[in-house]
């Protein structure tokens, strides 16, 4: 082989162990290839530390060129956002990419950043093992400076730096980009929150804030030295939509959704079937359109959709599978104290849980032992053929209190459950069932059963700003106890 043109790699970028040899005695003709395509070195160094070919996606493409856009100068704005879903190769592009700007310019300095100290180290070591590796120095001619071994921090012998650090670590005294003209590093935050952190309001606002006040003065060219945050969407009022609205012209904002609503396509129909993001659609829109779509929706007041509610007619015009109780207790009446919340439910052979019965006030121990009693005496016989067979209490100080009692006096069926995650994950863990309308209250919101517990669950928050939950709580332990029955959370 005399020149690269007769490398055949194929649609798919396929690499052998030929390509490889070729390239390390031809450096020349491997820098002059890798220099006008990001891709090509992707493919040729995947294969090379890791002995896996990389599979080009569309959008894998998609990705490569507007990050080299920003390398080669021809891109329209200072700063770049991509939104792609999870899993889908984000991370090692980022990688990869880092990498190969080293290649073209070793003085390069970049600011690596994340949501954790450990994904920081673990990234920092797979672009520092592609630098110092036998085949990157033979092609580029550069070289890792022996003297720095950190994983935080090393340095390129023609004097790049690369630094990498949580969001939450301590990110003054470095400078990312150069002072020459042409494109010398970058700040790269890829993925700045956890999964789960959405649903926290302090937590974005926190990344909001360091972003703010620290991250964008760590550039040595402000006016010029891009910052490329690559990342899923998780909140409408996340680090994204921050920058949307403060900063709209210094920003391209680059998306990829999972689904395409008007061709019914999958963008990665192996890994993301279409018709898994349409089930997932409606089951759980909000993971659906925030990490998939890359647009989420307006939590609003409230964390639970008012329209997800369904209602039912008659509680005897169906057959039941399941009849249940279950209680979020509390046993003082001051005002500031919750209300006890005890529900009935039946789970139907139509697989619809229904909300047949409930009771709602702030109760001291003596009238809340004799209310469970009452309700149990109402509906130990259930409906039809089908008995009221088990009542569920949280084991917390008042429930374990009441627990206790009802067990000393005998003959009911008490199931103490103790939840092991907070509140709001196990609220976020039963909204697919409420989203897809599985979940029934009595007749309509103007019954007063259906408005009560309305008006709570329109009003429950991210962040714990509501005044009370415990209807929610009572629902949370019936939806789970009537999808999962894997024992309590």
């Known amino acids: 082989m005399e020149t690269t043109e007769t490398v055949d790699f194929g649609d798919d970028l396929i690499i052998t162990d030929e390509t490889i040899e070729y390239f390390r005695t031809h450096p020349k003709e491997a820098r002059e290839a890798f220099f006008t395509d990001f891709t090509l070195f992707v493919a040729v160094f995947h294969w090379y530390m890791e002995r896996q070919q990389w599979i080009f996606r ?3 493409r998609e990705i490569g060129a507007k990050l080299t856009e920003y390398v ?3 891109n329209e704005k200072q700063n770049l ?15 990869y990419f880092i990498a190969w700007c080293y290649g073209i310019n070793p003085k ?3 600011l690596y950043t994340s949501y954790s100290d450990e994904l920081c180290n673990k990234h920092s070591k797979l672009i520092r093992a592609i630098v110092q590796s036998d085949l990157f120095v033979t092609i ?10 950190s994983s935080a921090l090393w340095k390129m012998t023609a004097g790049g730096e690369f630094r990498s650090i949580s969001l939450l670590g301590s990110i003054t005294g470095f400078g990312a980009g150069t002072f020459a003209d042409e494109f010398g590093g970058a700040i790269v935050i890829d993925d700045f929150m956890k999964a789960d952190d959405y649903r926290y309001k302090t937590k974005k606002q926190n990344v909001i804030e360091i972003f703010e006040n620290t991250l964008r003065s760590r550039k040595n060219r402000p006016a010029k030295d891009p910052t490329i945050i690559i990342a899923q969407r998780l909140a409408k009022d996340d680090l994204i939509d921050y920058i949307k609205e403060k900063y709209p012209d210094e920003w391209e904002f680059y998306v990829i959704p999972a689904y395409d609503e008007e061709t019914g396509k999958s963008f990665w129909e192996e890994r993301y079937p279409a018709a898994m993001l349409r089930q997932m659609k409606e089951e759980n829109p909000f993971l659906y359109y925030s990490q998939y779509q890359q647009a989420p929706i307006a939590m609003g007041g409230g964390v639970i959709k008012h329209e997800w509610w369904q209602y039912y007619r008659d509680m005897e015009d169906t057959r039941y599978r399941r009849i249940f109780i279950t209680a979020d207790t509390a046993c003082k009446t001051k005002e ?3 209300y006890t919340a005890i529900g009935v439910f039946g789970l139907t052979i139509g697989n619809k849980l229904r909300l047949l019965d409930m009771v709602h006030a702030k109760m001291e121990m003596p009238e809340l032992q004799s209310t469970l009693l009452a309700i149990w005496e109402k509906w130990k016989q259930g409906i039809g053929n089908c008995r009221c067979n ?10 374990m209190q009441l627990i206790q009692q009802i067990r000393r006096i005998g003959g009911l069926p008490i199931r103490a459950v103790k939840p092991e995650k907070d509140k709001l994950s196990r609220v976020y863990d039963v909204i697919p069932q409420i989203a897809a309308g599985n979940v029934e209250l009595p007749e309509n919101e103007n019954n007063k059963i259906s408005r009560e517990f309305l008006a709570e669950s329109d009003a429950f928050s991210s962040d714990d700003s509501h005044e009370h939950d415990d209807m929610i709580d009572m629902m949370v332990y019936a939806i789970d106890n009537a999808y999962t029955r894997r024992g309590y959370f």
Do not use: M, Q
């Open 58 to 60: 569309d959008f894998h």
């Open 72 to 74: 080669t100068g021809e």
């Open 81 to 95: 956002y991509i939104g792609v879903s999870p899993r889908a190769g984000k991370s090692k592009l980022c990688i």
């Open 108 to 110: 390069s300095n970049f």
């Open 140 to 149: 580029f001619g550069c070289k890792l400076d022996p003297a720095t071994t």
């Open 336 to 338: 500031w104290n919750d």
């Open 390 to 399: 088990e009542i569920l209490i949280e084991d917390k100080a008042s429930g």
